[in-house]
């Protein structure tokens, strides 16, 4: 069904949440993985790629990390780092068509800040053709 599923990554302890949920999907349905995180600091958005900080060594340390996780569960990952806006970039990696389903945790901020600022969830599952898994956050690790 899911044959190449994207699961975007904050790099906070939210990310447990679709982690966990992820898992078990993949092993039932035997799907590969991409794990993205997109940098978005100052350096990862004036230098792309070829940015240099503490914050995308640490990003490529926790993409790393992740992927570790599900290979030693038996199930396919890649990790990819992007750089520049989250919502952007997520939705760019969708257009390349390589992907069957978005899986990402939310945040549940309000709806004031949500309606300004808008978010990254909001703003990639009405801007790609694919389904979108959204997951709240349960805030910390399980």
């Given at each position: ?58 990003d ?45 945790t939310?945040?549940?901020?309000r ?32």
């Amino acid at each position: 069904m899911y044959k190449t599923i994207l699961v975007t990554l904050d790099g906070t302890p939210g990310d447990r949440t679709i982690i966990d949920h992820i898992k078990k999907l993949a092993l039932v349905l035997h799907s590969r993985l991409v794990l993205l995180h997109v940098a978005d600091g100052w350096a990862a958005r004036t230098f792309g790629a070829d940015a240099v900080s503490p914050e995308i060594v640490e990003d490529k340390s926790y993409l790393k990390d992740v992927q570790s996780e599900f290979l030693a569960a038996g199930i396919k990952a890649d990790a990819q780092l992007a750089y520049g806006d989250p919502a952007d970039e997520i939705v760019k990696w969708v257009q390349k068509g390589d992907c069957d389903l978005v899986a990402m945790t939310t945040h549940g901020h309000r709806f004031v800040a949500d309606l300004f600022l808008g978010t990254t969830a909001t703003r990639v599952r009405h801007s790609v053709g694919v389904p979108v898994l959204l997951l709240k956050s349960r805030g910390k690790p399980s």
